[in-house]
């Protein structure tokens, strides 16, 4: 596959429009119409910039490490044994997350695959960058993180195993190569049309695949002097759940008295533990092709599954813990501690000024890209300015979707080991103190009730400060929700 780089250089195709094969078909077109100009290979061994340039690239990779981002969607921190889980699903990260340091209390900013990573890419909330639901646009206004790398002299790639994060969408901006072409011979799920968007070929991709090609990718790193900043998306514990052999049979109990729900948690868990065991495989490539010293490895989940706790089977619906707080591991030989946990409460939203400074670049370029926790990796922990987590469910047209009464927008506040939650539309108010109740039963709003101003007040001024001015509430429609059902993003 062809890099894009130059192309969007040039000014030939608008940012983030077309996918890279699209855009490769273009340009042979342009070509064969008499249109000669030099086509990049994303092979980074084939495009060596001249000998200055390689000597002042060989100097900032002695100052700077490659990148490579990794997102586990849909994955449940307290599934994974990692975290304390009882089955065995991770046992790749349980022993490559003592080589670095791992959040035990790190959030999504909310519970939908597309508004997720549009905050990771941008450092906003979704009601500033106003992708609120799948199927909507990341516009080219905003700047994101693989448009900010590669400013900074990085090479940058994305592999993302899921139609929700197309490039028709927008995630493409900043990336040279940008894979997003999915077979179905690869992938576990045949959907037609998702989000009022017509699907051409298969939704998905399953890891095994993703991490192949993400092994060749780093192959071509591996020969050239250029820094990377790799993303790859891993898509599998999103449902429908289908693990392959033996991961299947590892954990889905059967017989004819199987309780169902337990079946699928079952399925899930074994959808996590072949994530992990491809995880694995990719992280032992970068190993012996002799770039893991050199390289930071971030994992995150962009968001967790209800599995019907508080009501919800899949997500999207709420933003209670089981939604919203995800794994988060960073690694990197001698720069990152290893054997660290940190327990203070983290957004990803603040993941893109976080890498800015470990990685030495000038974040102060980009003063609108929050707050860094880089600090806590120090055990400084200075992060005065956002000890908040910020939380946001997309407004629902009023309905009653399996246990769940859904109606507007839900807005949600961690501080400290309080955490609040209203819905406006829904007129409802919740206080947890999640040092004692970590399940979030019991409502402590009318006991609580300083505590709780304090919280709605921080959070109205939120709201109030990252609202977009042309925002309006994403309503969805009777079809689309129909069509979500369908999808299992609501039950």
């Known amino acids: 596959m062809k890099s894009t780089f130059l192309y969007r250089q040039a000014g030939y195709f608008p940012k983030g429009c077309f996918s890279a094969r699209t855009k490769e078909v273009i340009f042979l077109v342009l070509v064969s119409a008499g249109l000669s100009f030099m086509m990049v290979s994303c092979d980074s061994s084939e495009n060596n910039p001249p000998a200055a340039d390689q000597e002042k690239m060989s100097d900032r990779k002695k100052n700077f490490p490659n990148i490579l981002l990794i997102s586990m969607d849909t994955v449940r921190r307290d599934h994974y044994s990692l975290y304390g889980y009882s089955r065995n699903t991770t046992p790749f990260l349980d022993s490559y997350a003592l080589e670095g340091t791992c959040f035990d209390t790190a959030y999504s900013p909310t519970s939908t695959t597309g508004p997720s990573h549009s905050s990771i890419f941008t450092a906003l909330y979704p009601m500033t960058h106003q992708v609120l639901k799948n199927g909507l646009p990341l516009k080219d206004d905003f700047l994101t993180m693989a448009e900010i790398l590669s400013e900074q002299g990085y090479q940058t790639s994305a592999i993302v195993s899921s139609f929700a994060l197309h490039s028709r969408f927008g995630y493409a901006q900043g990336f040279d190569c940008f894979e997003d072409d999915f ?12 989000e009022g968007h017509e699907v051409n070929g298969a939704f998905d991709r399953r890891a095994n695949f993703t991490t192949e090609r993400a092994i060749q990718r780093l ?7 250029a820094l990377f900043f790799m993303f790859v998306h891993y898509f599998d514990p999103h449902d429908p759940y289908r693990p392959p052999e033996p991961y299947l049979s590892r954990f889905a109990p059967s017989g004819s008295q199987t309780d169902a729900l337990q079946e699928e948690i079952g399925r899930y868990d074994g959808e996590i533990a072949f994530m992990d065991h491809e995880i694995g495989n990719l992280i032992k490539s970068l190993e012996s ?4 010293e050199n390289t930071l490895v971030i994992l995150f989940g962009d968001h967790g599954e209800g599995l019907m706790q508080h009501g919800c089977l899949r997500h999207g619906l709420t933003i209670y813990e089981e939604l ?9 030989p001698g720069h990152i501690k290893p054997n660290k946990v940190v327990e203070r409460p983290v957004s990803l939203v603040y993941l893109l000024p976080t890498i800015l400074e470990l990685t030495g670049m000038e974040s102060t370029k980009y003063p609108n890209h929050g707050h860094s926790f880089a600090s806590l990796f120090t055990g400084q922990d200075n992060v005065k300015d956002a000890p908040e987590v910020y939380l946001y469910r ?3 047209k009023e309905s009653r979707v399996g246990r769940l009464f859904v109606k507007g927008e839900k807005f949600g506040i961690r501080l400290g080991d309080w955490k609040y939650i209203e819905g406006p539309e829904e007129k409802t108010r919740e206080l947890f103190d999640l040092s004692k109740d970590t399940e979030e039963l019991n409502n402590l709003y009318s006991s609580e009730a300083v505590k709780a101003q304090e919280l709605a007040g921080l959070l109205y001024a939120w709201r109030k400060n990252n609202t977009s001015a042309d925002s309006s509430p994403g ?4 079809d689309d929700l129909e069509k979500l059902k369908t999808l299992g993003y609501v039950e």
Request: net charge positive.
């Open 183 to 194: 077979e179905l011979s690869q992938s576990k799920m045949s959907v037609k049309v998702w």
């Open 289 to 292: 092709l002799g770039l893991a």
């Open 324 to 332: 919203v707080r995800v794994p988060l591991i960073f690694c990197r």
């Open 475 to 478: 309503r969805i429609s009777e």
């Open 394 to 396: 997309r407004h629902y």
């Open 219 to 225: 192959r071509d790193y591996s020969d050239s002097d």
